[in-house]
């Protein structure tokens, strides 16, 4: 009875969900439903099956380069990318067998046999999802020796380092940067062995072709593209992360600040955060030189003569409460206003605004809304 | 014999003279022979315009082994002659033209006529006799017939009639072309495209290039019957720079149809508009893959995308688009005037019709022919291509060029067609057909295919950029006598996997030439491994060069072109050679008049 009753629950199940065209498609012998133009790989996210892929990022459109993530499907003769192949009705996939991961390994080493494999002083190590599919599938590139790239590190700018040798052409760098940012500054150039990402011409990254918003560096997956300026000081495992929202507008993007003995050494990306995915300008990335500055004020300064002189924040209220409050009885609420930035928070902005209208009773009240 | 002047008078009105001017006519230098014939028959006191008429331009015949040709013809009698140069003009005019008695030395020879004879052309059947640059000559001959035909039909049944003809596409993959236009008259969105794929790039291979140079407006007009039946207004040729003859008529030809009202708006006067734009490729082999040229032609770099979606659904700028190769598309017109009946007559079961092949390598007849599917391999080299060079044993086949794979003599006998040359491990590619015989090293020759598909991949994706470079290599080291045990192993499982884990048809049929030569030569590569030994003695680190006492005559030319002083002489002596000095470079050999080094 029971049996039959959670039967006819299924079948009422699935007819809904196909009423609402959904399709049905079979992974690892899982059943499930997705929408039509999923591909495999996000359905398998989706119900929690592992595929292990490098080009493949969330903010970006299906690659399907690197071919890690192939899978198998009933009655295809070859393995498919799962990344780019969309789901159909019925599909049986098959992600995991020994043909599968020998297909896979054989792409893993390939790509070992052209990167310099010097994890022990790699600034990725630890954070790497080539030294994880290697350690995963046990493989190195020892079996296919032959000409590698030996090209210089290329630190023409103050922000990013460019190691080609470990570069796997995942493209993830080029596309970030055409497709999410639209900047054009990188683009995989030459044939063959020799295709790498590279800028026209071969330039050096200057403000003229590069907005160093570091995006590219955010999507790499192995240390060929790191932040310059963290270079050395930690590596992930070492650091520890603390998400906060950018002050520097009032778009409100997420990041972690990594920080190692006090100290925040770099930002990295939070691809989940709701505001931005990940995406970062050169401020967010990059503009963090402030936090430990020298020069950062630390308390309000009054001006006494020609000179700013240090003071408590209670010295200082007291005395912008009593010259707001002499102007508005000498002159009337409405000759005074403030003016807000907006690196604050939209709570700070929205604090301000109540407090102009209720307690000054005054209207005046702006935000510059520009950085 | 008439007298001297009536002739002269009486054979002029009837005199076309027909040069060959495709691009491997040119390089043989029919330009100038082609203004001698003008320049002799003026001296002749015959009228400019008259010359103008009579001497005309085609593109190529094929038979580029015997460039420059010329046809003759007087009276409506044709006599061609081979191996022009303008000196040889004055005396054909002289003899031929005025006197009326062919030069009887420089005509043509049995070979000219085996050549032609098995061949069965509907492609290339005008090219070599109309003038490409002539619009007129082209309509004379029933040109755009086909495509005011379909204009009296719906587009359905435009592409019912090619379904049933059976055509596939000839570009390489062989799909059903009837089926990839209703895919695409199918498929939502607007507008739509059609693309000529004229980016050929298979060394070798020049049978596209051949049919725009000799017969571009079939190509458009192929083009326009296309694209009425799948509802395109909007056509591309794709074609590559390396082609500028190619271009410049196919340029001449889409302005003087535009003229004629068969390309722009309302054209053939009914309410289908449609026109043609020429996108020129820089050079990228990779781009004659589809969706790469899609990419290139929207301004990308050129790089395969996985399918699907197919670009019958997504294509160009994202809308449904039909990609078809010069080959097919030519065809056509031929197909709507003479019915799909009478092109699947032609062919076997499920190859129907003709193809064009580029035979070039060791064999007596290079050039390029047109024969029915499922012709045996025999017959297209022996009968049609004469056997091997210096009647050398033939060794294999290469087919499909660069992506393609081996056939050994062994297998002479099998027929021609997609699915056989599928099931022995080739396939028919673009039809390019490069001959072996015993002095080929197929290690050598299929280090020689993968080098040029290594260096022509585009990056993209793992097992082509990086695991045709490993293969390459252990190639490279076999034939530099450094291959190891289990190499042909390694070899093997590198190609396979590379085959089931490229991207695009590109890296999955790269290996085939390696793959295929290991099965059908393995014992080759055995010997080059474990005996050292090249056995068509091609690859020059395995040689071991010694001097024959028997042949040698002592006159110390090996020993003047020997740049390691490997080599021992004195006069009245014969030379010797010291293996530990020898460089291997060969100098000795290519110096000895005798054959004395061995």
């Not at chain 2, 082994?65 to 061609?80: F, W």
């Not at chain 2, 640059?133 to 035909?149: M, T, V």
């Not at chain 2, 739509?192 to 000799?214: H, L, Q, T, W």
């Not at chain 2, 081996?406 to 590619?429: F, K, N, R, T």
Request: aromatic share 8%.
């Amino acid at each position: 009875m029971k049996h039959a009753r959670l039967m006819q629950y299924c079948s009422e199940y699935w007819e809904e969900a196909l009423s609402e065209n959904k399709i049905k498609i079979t992974i690892n012998g899982i059943e499930t439903l997705c929408d039509r133009d999923d591909t495999i790989l996000k359905v398998a996210k989706k119900i929690g099956v592992k595929i292990p892929h490098l080009c493949n990022d969330k903010r970006l459109e299906p690659y399907g380069g690197c071919r890690l993530c192939i899978v198998e499907v009933k009655g295809v003769p070859r393995p498919l990318p799962a990344c780019t192949t969309p789901a159909t009705e019925n599909m049986e996939i098959i992600t995991d067998n020994d043909s599968i991961r020998k297909l896979r390994a054989n792409l893993i080493e390939l790509l070992l046999s052209n990167h310099p494999n010097d994890c022990m002083r790699c600034e990725r190590t630890g954070d790497c999802k080539l030294q994880n599919l290697s350690y995963e599938y046990g493989v190195d590139g020892s079996r296919f020796e032959g000409e590698k790239w030996d090209l210089p590190i290329r630190e023409d700018n103050p922000f990013i380092s460019y190691e080609p040798n470990k570069c796997i052409l995942c493209g993830r760098c080029t596309r970030i940067c055409n497709e999410v940012v639209m900047a054009g500054t990188i683009e995989l150039t030459g044939r063959g062995f020799n295709s790498m990402p590279d800028t026209a011409f071969k330039k050096p990254r200057t403000l003229e072709n590069c907005e160093f918003c570091g995006q590219c560096v955010s999507t790499c997956p192995t240390g060929a593209l790191t932040d310059r300026k963290g270079r050395g000081k930690g590596r992930s495992y070492d650091l520890k992360k603390i998400k906060t929202t950018c002050s520097y507008c009032g778009t409100g993007c997420n990041f972690y600040l990594n920080v190692r003995d006090g100290k925040v050494v770099k930002v990295t990306s939070d691809t989940d955060a709701p505001v931005n995915q990940g995406n970062l300008c050169i401020k967010g990335r990059y503009g963090y030189d402030f936090i430990h500055s020298e020069d950062r004020i630390k308390t309000p300064l009054i001006k006494i003569g020609d000179k700013f002189v240090e003071a408590a924040w209670d010295e200082a209220l007291d005395l912008i409460a009593e010259k707001f409050s002499s102007l508005m009885k000498k002159h009337g609420n409405e000759s005074v206003g403030a003016f807000s930035s907006s690196r604050c928070t939209n709570e700070e902005n929205f604090l301000l605004s109540k407090f102009v209208r209720t307690v000054f009773r005054s209207n005046n009240v702006d935000n510059c809304a520009r950085v | 014999m008439p007298a001297k002047k009536t002739a002269k008078k009486a054979d002029i009105k009837d005199l076309v003279i027909r040069v060959c001017v495709g691009t491997g006519g040119l390089a043989a230098g029919s330009q100038e022979v082609m203004d001698e014939f003008g320049s002799q028959l003026k001296s002749h006191g015959i009228k400019a315009e008259i010359v103008k008429k009579c001497v005309n331009k085609t593109g190529c015949r094929g038979f580029c082994a015997k460039d420059v040709l010329a046809d003759v013809i007087l009276n409506d009698k044709s006599e061609t002659y081979q191996l022009l140069t303008p000196e040889m003009v004055s005396r054909i005019v002289e003899e031929h033209i005025v006197n009326g008695s062919p030069v009887k030395e420089w005509l043509v020879g049995p070979e000219y006529h085996a050549f032609h004879d098995k061949q069965t052309k509907i492609l290339l059947k005008q090219c070599g006799h109309i003038d490409p640059e002539d619009i007129d000559a082209y309509i004379k001959i029933g040109g755009y017939e086909g495509a005011r035909k379909i204009f009296s039909l719906e587009p359905s049944e435009v592409i019912e009639e090619i379904r049933a003809s059976g055509l596939r596409g000839r570009g390489g993959a062989g799909f059903l072309t009837g089926l990839k236009w209703e895919l695409c008259s199918k498929a939502e969105g607007s507008p739509k495209y059609i693309i000529c794929n004229a980016d050929e790039g298979d060394p070798g291979a020049f049978m596209d290039r051949s049919v725009i140079e000799g017969n571009p407006h079939s190509v458009i007009e192929g083009m326009v019957i296309g694209g009425y039946a799948i509802g395109a207004n909007y056509g591309y040729v794709y074609i590559r720079a390396e082609y500028p003859l190619a271009i410049q008529r196919l340029k001449i030809a889409i302005s003087d149809a535009r003229k004629k009202g068969f390309l722009g708006e309302n054209i053939f006067k009914t309410k289908f508009d449609f026109d043609i734009k020429i996108k020129e490729g820089a050079g990228a082999f990779i781009c004659g893959e589809e969706t790469a040229l899609i990419a290139s032609i929207e301004g990308k770099r050129g790089m395969p995308r996985a399918k699907p979606p197919f670009p019958a659904h997504k294509g160009l700028w994202g809308k449904p688009t039909v990609i078809n190769n010069v080959e097919t598309l030519s065809t056509l017109p031929t197909i709507i005037t003479q019915g799909a009946k009478w092109f699947s007559s032609i062919g076997t079961e499920k190859s129907k019709g003709t193809k064009v092949f580029a035979i070039t390598g060791k064999i007596k007849n290079t050039g390029l022919i047109e024969v029915p599917m499922g012709m045996s391999l025999r017959e297209i080299v022996y009968d049609i291509g004469g056997g091997c060079e210096k009647n050398c044993a033939l060794k294999a086949v290469q087919t499909g060029g660069p992506s393609g794979g081996c056939i050994p003599a062994s297998h002479i006998d099998m027929p021609v067609d997609y699915e056989s040359l599928m099931a022995i491990g080739s396939m028919m590619g673009s039809g390019g057909m490069v001959v072996m015989d015993d002095t080929t090293c197929m290690v050598d020759m299929a280090k020689f295919f993968l080098s040029f598909t290594q260096n022509e991949s585009c990056g993209k994706c793992t097992p082509c950029r990086i695991g045709t470079k490993r293969m390459l290599e252990i190639l490279t080291r076999i034939t530099n006598g450094k291959g190891r045990e289990g190499d042909i192993e390694l070899l093997l499982e590198l190609g396979n996997s590379i085959k089931l884990t490229s991207l695009c048809g590109l890296g999955m049929s790269a290996p085939n030439p390696v793959l295929s030569t290991i099965r059908f030569f393995r014992d080759e590569y055995e010997a080059h491994i474990r005996d050292g030994i090249c056995p068509a003695a091609v690859c020059k680190a395995l040689r071991i060069y010694t001097v024959s006492v028997e042949l040698c005559k002592m006159c110390g030319k090996c020993f003047k072109a020997c740049p390691s002083a490997a080599i021992a002489w004195e006069k009245k002596q014969p030379a010797k050679i010291d293996k530990g000095k020898c460089i291997k470079c060969g100098a000795c050999y290519e110096a000895c008049p005798f054959n004395a080094i061995l």
